[in-house]
């Protein structure tokens, strides 16, 4: 043997040994360890080795096999036709070779091309290729008797049971005329917003996310617990058919058309194509529309329509010579791990940043990906020098989805906290992230890290301005982030307020600052020193205070004294604000160097809005609810209702009750309970202190029974849709929630109104379907003259 084949035939195999091993964890275990794209790179080298060195293929090749061996647990299932697999095409040029493939096949079926060489055209029946698992359905006398994967295309699994729980498989057709015998072909997939909410469920749960919903729908659907697998968001979209005893049309998309009347979903996106141009612009359309589709998809498949051509044009290789997948590029891609660095966030946080060797995914060169915390880094299992795979989906930062560990390095290195700040130094401080839900404060497993330096941090600093003068917050125009970096590195700004005493001097001659952008600068400055308080408080950067609680703060306690001071459980009675939320907000501003700040913004601004308390407070609320909220252990909710009203709806009195008092209305466990927690002088003074803040905020108890005039729109949801012509959605927005409205982005039966503009779309037709009032633009101006505000 020549050198040349020697060395070939030791490539061929370890090719060979290595796809093995890729199929096995592939099919049989559920855990691919590379991505499909490096998958398909060492296929096609085998392919061309064995086809370039016939004498080298063997039987047991994977080119010669595809798929793997059913997992123990499931019954075999037979497949009467073999299902076949795709032909992969990866360009332009490949298209063209497999068109006229097709064409010479079956050059005695058609017409005779034009005097120009251009030959005639083959209709192609196009499609998105869904990515997720090949599955075979089996209708007799319309009834679905079995459903089976794939496997290797002659035998697969019989998943009936799993198969049953997939919403969109129909268990009988619809209507009549079906073949006594049909097996439905298709793909079970994951939606990308049912993949998300799952892998936040899996998190939750302490479970693995899946890496992609490819690996989710076949994970789900391979569960030896069909529960499990109802309990998943999958859905069928069929491709083309199987075994037939009865009558069908007699083309692709004629019976693809047929099988959707009897209750078979197809994809939306069907296309009849002429000719290979029009698919390769298909091919671009669907392109465009990736990202946008509401599953993933990883190329467009194309088959031949007329039936009689397809099985004139037969397969080769168990691949029909009459269907092609166009892949798309790759969304996930291997590379290695250089380093990993980690970045000081507004709020402290140390987060870790992965810094990857270069590499193009799906066409965008990724060279960082996020990692979130320190726990996702334990969860991967990751080392730096490991390879590692990313997955870049829609417009969301890359991401490191999985450690390829037979490839670490014997040299790879454990990643580590930093126990000082990378950027001032100062301690690095570890926070067991604290999930309060009802009744008690579990720890949940997470933790982050967090630098202790504040502002003085240079780098919260920074991103705490950025966010300061962004446009929701101050907006303070002519202020970008290298500007804000300059002006923090040169020692200018120190604090927010430092904003404020800038000069003209110090900015001129700065990097981007001219004479006239230096005074732009300072007009916007100038302009800003009024904020109305919910954009000072959304300003402030609060941990979880995003634009909504700021204005729910600035709306029901319509000051910043009032702010600063509530109390945890006080805030907890405003719309929207959890407990989590209220201690962020109290935390915040019980910390000294934020009330520093506070303090010294106080004396730059001037903040609009304050005054009268808002409606929110002005609401009737429970003794029973202030003691639930006090989280008394073994006081439920009925407990707390018989106690309120026993002693009259009044703490004071509950505070005087002795043991058989509370034995009188309450059974032994929480009676002593509640006389626990009442000896303790601190957690007595803590209840009083909230009525009496409650109070102080304008709140009346349920049996005062008071009457309280609210805004005229408080309690109610509006909806605003379309295009506004007379105003803008803004301020239509602000002008609702003056009148104490909440405004909501979706309509449901909740929402008392909806505004629609012209252009509206599925929420009026939401609002009509549910009875809804609806008004126009001008209607809308009419009410709010009619409820006394100036439109
Ligand atoms: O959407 C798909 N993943 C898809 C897969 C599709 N739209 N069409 C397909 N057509 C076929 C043939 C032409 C063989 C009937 C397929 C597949 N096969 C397929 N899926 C998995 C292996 C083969």
């Known amino acids: 043997m020549s050198t040349d084949s020697t060395q070939a035939a030791q490539r061929i195999l370890d090719l060979r040994t290595e796809l093995d091993g890729h199929n096995q964890r592939y099919y049989v275990l559920d855990q691919p360890s590379i991505p499909d794209a490096e998958y398909d790179r060492l296929f096609r080298e085998l392919q061309a080795l064995e086809a370039a060195h016939p004498d080298l293929i063997s039987v047991d090749s994977p080119t010669q096999r595809v798929g793997g061996a059913p997992r123990a647990g499931f019954t075999e299932v037979r497949h009467e036709v073999p299902m076949l697999s795709l032909g992969n095409a990866f360009a332009e040029a490949d298209m063209l070779d497999f068109d006229r493939r097709v064409r010479e096949g079956l050059a005695d079926d058609l017409p005779p091309g034009d005097l120009f060489g251009g030959g005639a055209e083959v209709e192609y029946v196009c499609e998105p290729k869904l990515d997720g698992l090949a599955v075979s359905l089996l209708y007799v006398e319309g009834q679905l008797v079995r459903g089976a994967t794939r496997g290797d295309g002659s035998t697969g699994e019989d998943i009936s049971a799993n198969v049953r729980t997939v919403r969109n498989i129909p268990l009988k057709l619809q209507g009549s005329g079906w073949p006594a015998v049909l097996e439905v072909r298709g793909e079970v997939f994951m939606a990308k917003a049912g993949f998300d909410a799952l892998n936040q469920r899996q998190l939750e749960s302490g479970a693995k996310p899946f890496a992609n919903p490819r690996n989710a729908a076949a994970g789900s659907l391979r569960q030896l617990d069909s529960k499990i697998t109802a309990s998943r968001p999958l859905a069928f979209c069929c491709y083309g058919i199987g075994q037939v005893e009865g009558e069908l049309p007699d083309t692709q998309l004629g019976i693809l058309q047929t099988l959707q009347t009897w209750g078979v979903p197809i994809s939306l996106e069907l296309y009849l194509a002429r000719g290979i141009d029009?698919?390769?612009?298909?091919?671009?359309?669907?392109?465009?529309?990736?990202?946008?589709?509401?599953?993933?998809?990883?190329?467009?498949?194309?088959?031949?329509?007329?039936?009689?051509?397809?099985?004139?044009?037969?397969?080769?290789?168990?691949?029909?010579?009459?269907?092609?997948?166009?892949?798309?590029?790759?969304?996930?891609?291997?590379?290695?791990?250089?380093?990993?660095?980690?970045?000081?966030?507004?709020?402290?946080?140390?987060?870790?940043?992965?810094?990857?060797?270069?590499?193009?995914?799906?066409?965008?060169?990724?060279?960082?990906?996020?990692?979130?915390?320190?726990?996702?880094?334990?969860?991967?299992?990751?080392?730096?020098?490991?390879?590692?795979?990313?997955?870049?989906?829609?417009?969301?930062?890359?991401?490191?989805?999985?450690?390829?560990?037979?490839?670490?390095?014997?040299?790879?290195?454990?990643?580590?906290?930093?126990?000082?700040?990378?950027?001032?130094?100062?301690?690095?401080?570890?926070?067991?992230?604290?999930?309060?839900?009802?009744?008690?404060?579990?720890?949940?497993?997470?933790?982050?890290?967090?630098?202790?330096?504040?502002?003085?941090?240079?780098?919260?600093?920074?991103?705490?301005?950025?966010?300061?003068?962004?446009?929701?917050?101050?907006?303070?125009?002519?202020?970008?982030?290298?500007?804000?970096?300059?002006?923090?590195?040169?020692?200018?700004?120190?604090?927010?307020?430092?904003?404020?005493?800038?000069?003209?001097?110090?900015?001129?001659?700065?990097?981007?600052?001219?004479?006239?952008?230096?005074?732009?600068?300072?007009?916007?400055?100038?302009?800003?020193?009024?904020?109305?308080?919910?954009?000072?408080?959304?300003?402030?950067?609060?941990?979880?205070?995003?634009?909504?609680?700021?204005?729910?703060?600035?709306?029901?306690?319509?000051?910043?004294?009032?702010?600063?001071?509530?109390?945890?459980?006080?805030?907890?009675?405003?719309?929207?604000?959890?407990?989590?939320?209220?201690?962020?907000?109290?935390?915040?501003?019980?910390?000294?160097?934020?009330?520093?700040?506070?303090?010294?913004?106080?004396?730059?601004?001037?903040?609009?809005?304050?005054?009268?308390?808002?409606?929110?407070?002005?609401?009737?609320?429970?003794?029973?609810?202030l003691l639930d909220k006090l989280h008394i252990p073994s006081l439920g909710p009925t407990g707390a209702k018989t106690l309120a009203s026993k002693f009259g709806e009044s703490l004071p009195k509950l505070l005087e009750a002795d043991w058989l008092d509370l034995r009188q209305t309450l059974s032994e466990k929480p009676a002593n309970a509640v006389r626990e927690f009442f000896s303790v002088a601190e957690q007595r003074e803590r209840a009083l202190k909230i009525e009496a803040q409650l109070r102080e905020f304008g709140m009346h108890w349920e049996s005062e029974k008071r009457v309280v005039a609210g805004l005229p729109l408080a309690g109610q949801t509006w909806v605003l849709t379309g295009t506004l012509e007379l105003m803008s959605r803004e301020h239509a927005k602000a002008k609702l929630e003056a009148l104490g409205a909440k405004v909501a982005g979706s309509v449901s039966a909740k929402t008392h109104c909806v505004v629609a503009g012209p252009g509206a779309g599925s929420k009026l037709a939401k609002a009509s379907e549910l009875g809804l009032r609806v008004l126009d633009e001008a209607g809308f101006v009419e009410q709010l003259q009619a409820l006394g505000v100036t439109p």
């Open 278 to 625: 029009a698919c390769q612009a298909y091919y671009q359309r669907i392109g465009a529309k990736r990202e946008a589709l509401p599953y993933e998809i990883d190329g467009v498949v194309f088959k031949v329509n007329n039936l009689a051509w397809q099985r004139e044009l037969g397969f080769r290789a168990r691949e029909p010579r009459w269907a092609i997948a166009h892949k798309f590029p790759a969304m996930e891609e291997l590379t290695e791990l250089l380093d990993v660095e980690f970045q000081v966030g507004r709020t402290g946080a140390v987060t870790p940043v992965a810094r990857l060797k270069p590499v193009k995914v799906a066409g965008v060169m990724v060279a960082n990906a996020t990692l979130h915390n320190m726990d996702e880094v334990a969860r991967l299992g990751l080392m730096i020098g490991d390879t590692v795979i990313i997955r870049r989906a829609g417009d969301v930062i890359p991401q490191v989805v999985q450690v390829v560990l037979e490839r670490r390095p014997l040299d790879a290195r454990a990643v580590e906290i930093p126990a000082s700040c990378p950027v001032c130094g100062s301690h690095v401080e570890r926070t067991q992230l604290v999930k309060r839900s009802k009744g008690k404060e579990s720890f949940s497993a997470g933790s982050i890290y967090r630098c202790v330096g504040r502002l003085a941090c240079q780098a919260q600093l920074k991103q705490a301005i950025i966010h300061f003068v962004s446009r929701r917050a101050m907006d303070i125009d002519g202020l970008g982030e290298k500007s804000v970096e300059q002006l923090v590195d040169l020692g200018l700004v120190q604090s927010p307020a430092d904003l404020y005493r800038l000069q003209f001097d110090q900015l001129v001659g700065l990097e981007g600052f001219a004479e006239l952008s230096s005074n732009n600068l300072l007009a916007a400055i100038d302009n800003s020193r009024k904020p109305e308080l919910a954009r000072f408080i959304y300003a402030l950067g609060i941990p979880d205070v995003g634009e909504e609680t700021a204005k729910v703060l600035a709306r029901s306690l319509a000051s910043l004294e009032r702010i600063k001071r509530a109390l945890p459980e006080v805030l907890t009675y405003l719309p929207d604000v959890g407990l989590e939320v209220a201690h962020e907000i109290h935390e915040f501003f019980s910390d000294a160097h934020n009330q520093n700040v506070i303090e010294q913004l106080g004396q730059v601004l001037d903040i609009q809005g304050q005054g009268e308390l808002g409606a929110e407070f002005a609401a009737c609320t429970t003794l029973a609810g």
